[in-house]
């Protein structure tokens, strides 16, 4: 019976790029851990990646039940999908400095009672590891993990070109709050009511991400998502302080004044071709006392390749959030 290596490679028939070609003393770039007031984001271009040694590389460090997931999918686009989601959770994790080396197959994970997965550290030895936090989201053409240090996370992915097959305004209705569905019906022209839909939904599914206790608990249309300049006309203040980037908040549907917790919203513009949203829990660094700036460190990686930091380059543009993009951690 051929093994597990000989399936992949069989299945993931890939062309090599030549760019960049891996060898066994290839590492990945240590990383500081996250601040307080600070999330990670790393991201993965699937078309980027072809070599077949470093697909494979990437198979080694998954766990037999990864492996078998991965082999089980239909095709081989959603192979490699896999595969690299995997990969991308594994080497990021175990990139972040702490009192030992961190092997990124040795890495365990559990699921919390919603089936949120965790990094599971109850299996080390050294009991001072970090409290990471992760989540991961994607699409066919764009892969990403989001990191903090003991807040809760939540990210989405979504591109800009994103079709859908129903009506938007009668998809809305199914899912959305009546202050969303009446924000899209007052846009017009079609394209930018697609556009402010696709938003809408990757900020909401970072939010439910974040919260950690699936949709069937958190229906989208239990809560509404703001932008504040949506709300001017119950906010005097001066020209200085509105912000051109506006803050984001979450709230109930059935009432208004309930702000659902204390999050911190970014919406960003991605590689000029997705959105990403990313949600992350304020009231361990704020004290429950409102939104303040977090710094966000993005990142585009090849595993055991390259790493390239994007946050100060046109490729990641702040379209809403209290957020700062940082060059360095």
Request: with cysteine.
């Amino acid at each position: 019976m051929s093994s597990l290596r000989d399936k992949a490679l069989l299945t993931m028939s890939m062309y090599c790029f030549g760019r960049n070609f891996v060898t066994a003393s290839s590492t990945l770039l240590p990383v500081q851990l996250p601040s307080p007031k600070e999330a990670h984001f790393w991201y993965i271009l699937p078309d980027e990646i072809r070599n077949p040694n470093l697909l494979n590389r990437y198979l080694e460090i998954l766990s037999p039940d990864e492996k078998e997931n991965v082999l089980r999918m239909s095709g081989e686009h959603l192979q490699k999908r896999a595969l690299l989601a995997r990969a991308l959770v594994r080497t990021t994790i175990a990139r972040y400095q702490t009192n030992c080396q961190i092997d990124p197959k040795s890495l365990k994970f559990t699921k919390n009672d919603h089936g949120k997965p965790e990094v599971d550290w109850q299996y080390a030895e050294d009991r001072s590891l970090p409290p990471l936090h992760f989540n991961i989201s994607h699409t066919s053409s764009l892969i990403a993990c989001g990191v903090t240090m003991g807040s809760a996370i939540g990210i989405d992915v979504e591109e800009k070109q994103r079709r859908l097959k129903n009506d938007i305004l009668a998809f809305a209705r199914r899912y959305f709050s009546p202050h969303e569905i009446e924000i899209l019906t007052t846009i017009a022209d079609p394209e930018l009511r697609r556009q402010e839909f696709i938003k809408l939904w990757t900020l909401k599914e970072a939010y439910v991400k974040a919260i950690g206790k699936g949709f069937s608990a958190s229906p989208f249309k239990t809560f509404t998502v703001r932008l504040r300049d949506h709300m001017k006309e119950r906010i005097h203040l001066p020209p200085h302080m509105i912000s051109k980037a506006p803050e984001i908040i979450v709230e109930s549907s059935d009432d208004q004044k309930n702000l659902l917790g204390n999050w911190n919203f970014t919406l960003l513009e991605l590689a000029g071709s997705h959105y990403a949203a990313v949600c992350i829990e304020q009231d361990n660094i704020n004290g429950g006392k409102g939104s303040i700036p977090v710094n966000l460190m993005i990142r585009k990686t090849i595993p055991f390749v390259e790493d390239e930091c994007i946050s100060a380059s046109d490729t990641a543009v702040v379209i809403s959030g209290s957020t700062r993009l940082t060059a360095y951690n």
